[in-house]
């Protein structure tokens, strides 16, 4: 199975930029598309898709997020950070079954 | 607006089996493939199991497979997952989503805490 790997937690001012990075054993692009994906879970919510395929923004996500990287490693970026944005974030691959998850970045406001 | 209502969790004994259901609505279930990925308590995302749109093919990981099996009923707008020997690391919320054809989720259920305990 494909591991991602992301740090436990990161803390951010309000109105800075907050860099997400995850990275993979193994390649996740293939063809010319990555296949990285990246959601936001607040607490006590479901997940929320943010970012498919390495940089695409989900339907009525805001600019603020956005994401890059390719092969091995992926970074999400959130710029500005807003107080709404206190969450956890994960990423996952699908280049390969099963698809993976990382175990979660957790946004703090400095 | 695309709607995932998940019902049927609880609490159940070791080996004992339990079916969890997702109701679907706001789009053309038929079109999709449908997933359920689960999470234990104050931990990260598992995914466990995948549906072709007509239900001829599924996929789980190991840690389910043979235990596990994911169904749907495309005219009422189902995903099912029928849970077998349940183990306590079987403990999770239990989300229903709706899976895009490169295997990320797009719309995820509220979920359905499902406790396996004696």
């Known amino acids: 199975d494909i591991v991602l790997t992301q740090s436990p937690a990161l803390a951010v001012s309000l109105e800075q930029r907050a860099t997400i990075s995850c990275k993979t054993s193994q390649n996740v692009d293939n063809y010319g598309i990555s296949y990285m994906h990246w959601y936001q879970q607040k607490p006590g919510q479901q997940p929320k898709l943010l970012i498919y395929?390495?940089?695409n923004l989900a339907s009525g996500i805001p600019a603020r997020f956005s994401g890059s990287g390719s092969g091995t490693d992926f970074t999400l970026t959130i710029d500005p950070v807003e107080a709404d944005d206190i969450a956890t974030y994960y990423c996952?691959?699908?280049?390969?079954?099963?698809?993976?998850f990382g175990s979660g970045t957790k946004l703090e406001i400095k | 607006e695309v709607q995932l209502v998940e019902s049927g969790g609880g609490l159940v004994q070791p080996g004992r089996s339990l079916k969890l259901s997702c109701a679907a609505s706001g789009f053309t279930f038929s079109n999709y493939y449908m997933a359920w990925v689960r999470q234990a308590p104050k931990k990260g995302l598992e995914w466990v199991a995948t549906i072709s749109t007509s239900g001829s093919r599924t996929y789980y990981p190991d840690s389910v497979k043979g235990r596990f099996t994911i169904s749907r009923d495309n005219a009422k707008s189902s995903l099912y997952l029928q849970m077998n020997s349940l183990k306590s690391e079987d403990t999770a919320t239990y989300y229903c989503?709706?899976?895009?054809?490169?295997?990320?989720?797009?719309?995820w259920g509220q979920g359905t805490l499902v406790t396996v305990s004696s």
């Open positions: 395929e390495g940089s």
């Open positions: 989503a709706r899976q895009a054809i490169t295997l990320w989720f797009a719309y």
């Open positions: 996952q691959q699908s280049k390969d079954y099963p698809p993976t």
